[in-house]
């Protein structure tokens, strides 16, 4: 049985709103910029789910009572963005291995009052870039630029595909060092200076810009000069919003395959809505109303 049944709330076609809507929603401040209840109401429409997801504005101050009125309300999913990525995780009953690790949640599950929280951040960043860019990753080497959040759910997952190496720069570099050190014991991973860039660039097969650089409104900037890339090796950026990052736009003229950032979102939000429902998510059509979103 999947878990839709199970819940008791298979919908009819058209997401019709009634006493067996299920709620669902992502938490974050600010949140009005989201654009996951947009692709998480088209996949309850297509899969008829009969639920319902929101943005809720919540300050660090409301967790707790947010969590409460989770519970109270049987709300069914919750996806949580900056700033309480982290915060959110005493208020749960279980942290699944991987956000453990990680060290923060972007996904709640919740079983009948019983909250497991998830991180499908970094395993939505790997199921992009191997359906969409290169898929086999084993064997490949790889240099992350930044260590922030994203970048460190990205390099765990990334450990799980068994590359050759992981190379990560950071504009703070003790960053860049603790984030190696952090999961050396799953991969070879290693820290180099900005100055140690453009070798580890030269040699490398796929390339991630995990960093902030080159984003809305700041599309003329790069984090890295994208003629250090080897002719065929994938250049990869988590920045959706511009689609084409500047870094990516040049690395395509230096022969390079690019790969944006709107994939990490769409399959972040695929493994939420399939750990929610047990159903496969509508992937295309979230991608689809999304897209159209940006315009
Ligand atoms: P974060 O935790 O604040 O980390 C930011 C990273 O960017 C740090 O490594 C920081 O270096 C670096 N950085 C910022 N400004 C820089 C500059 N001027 N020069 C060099 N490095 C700079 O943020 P995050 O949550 O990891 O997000 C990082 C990026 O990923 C953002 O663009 C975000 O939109 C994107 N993202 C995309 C998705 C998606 O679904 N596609 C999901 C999550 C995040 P320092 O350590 O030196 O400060």
Not at 289 to 294: F, G, I, P, Q, R
């Amino acid at each position: 049985m999947n878990q839709s049944t199970m819940n008791g709330n298979t919908a009819a076609a058209g997401n019709t709103i009634d006493s067996h809507t299920v709620l669902y929603g992502v938490i974050g401040d600010p949140i009005r910029h989201s654009r996951s209840p947009i692709m998480m109401n088209r996949a309850f429409r297509e899969t008829g789910v009969n639920g319902v997801y929101a943005a809720y504005h919540i300050t660090a101050d409301k967790l707790g009572d947010f969590i409460a009125g989770v519970k109270a309300m049987g709300m069914r999913g919750v996806n949580v963005t900056i700033p309480h990525k982290l915060d959110i995780m005493k208020y749960l009953d279980e942290i699944d291995a991987g956000a453990a690790a990680i060290g923060a949640v972007n996904t709640i599950v919740n079983d009948n009052g019983r909250l497991t929280g998830y991180n499908t951040d970094g395993i939505g960043y790997v199921r992009s870039l191997k359906e969409e860019a290169d898929p086999n990753i084993a064997g490949k080497r790889i240099v992350v630029i930044g260590a922030g959040g994203a970048s460190r759910g990205i390099v765990y997952a990334l450990t799980g595909e068994n590359p050759a190496s992981i190379t990560i720069a950071n504009r703070t570099e003790d960053r860049a060092r603790e984030l190696a050190l952090a999961f050396a014991d799953k991969a070879e991973l290693r820290a180099v200076t900005f100055d140690g860039l453009q070798e580890a660039c030269l040699e490398a097969d796929i390339v991630i810009n995990t960093t902030s650089v080159g984003m809305h409104p700041n599309t003329d900037a790069s984090p890295v000069d994208a003629s250090w890339l080897k002719p065929g090796a994938v250049a990869s950026d988590l920045i959706y919003n511009p689609l084409k990052t500047k870094f990516l736009l040049e690395a395509e003229k230096s022969g390079c395959r690019s790969h944006g950032g709107l994939g990490m979102f769409i399959y972040q939000g695929a493994y939420a809505f399939e750990y929610w429902t047990g159903q496969a998510a509508p992937v295309a059509a979230m991608r689809e109303t999304v897209l159209a979103s940006l315009g």
